[in-house]
């Protein structure tokens, strides 16, 4: 069994700052990609940020320049510091990652999403 437990979310006002933490656990043998997406009501899930074992990032083009992830492997953990925050960046987040249990076998799992409100 594999958890993604999320935390961090919550409200703050346009122009703030939230930083996003994601914690895998479990009978993990390796975790390659890690990512962030977000979800708005009535809206399809997004991509928002991805970064790879060996630090590789992307991101979507909307919150470049703006948002930052990072990942601490030691912990098993992924970052998502989220800078100069808009009301449209209001959303469920939910972290991701491709992990490789101890079996060998790669599956993706997905947190419980947090919420991220920013007022206006």
């Known amino acids: 069994q594999v958890q993604l437990v999320e935390s961090g979310g919550g409200l703050v006002q346009a122009g703030g700052s939230l930083r996003l933490s994601c914690a895998a656990s479990?009978?993990?043998?390796?975790?390659?990609?890690m990512g962030w997406y977000r979800q708005a009501p009535g809206k399809q899930r997004d991509l928002v940020a991805t970064?790879?074992?060996?630090?590789?990032?992307r991101y979507a083009d909307n919150v470049k320049g703006r948002f930052t992830i990072s990942r601490d492997n030691a912990k098993n953990t992924v970052y998502l510091q989220m800078n100069s925050l808009k009301p449209e960046d209001t959303a469920v987040y939910y972290c991701?990652?491709?992990?490789?249990?101890?079996?060998?076998?790669?599956?993706?799992?997905w947190g419980q999403g947090t919420q991220v409100t920013v007022s206006s």
């Open positions: 970064i790879t074992s060996s630090g590789g990032t």
């Open positions: 479990g009978s993990i043998f390796s975790i390659n990609a």
């Open positions: 991701q990652a491709r992990i490789v249990v101890v079996t060998k076998w790669e599956y993706d799992y």
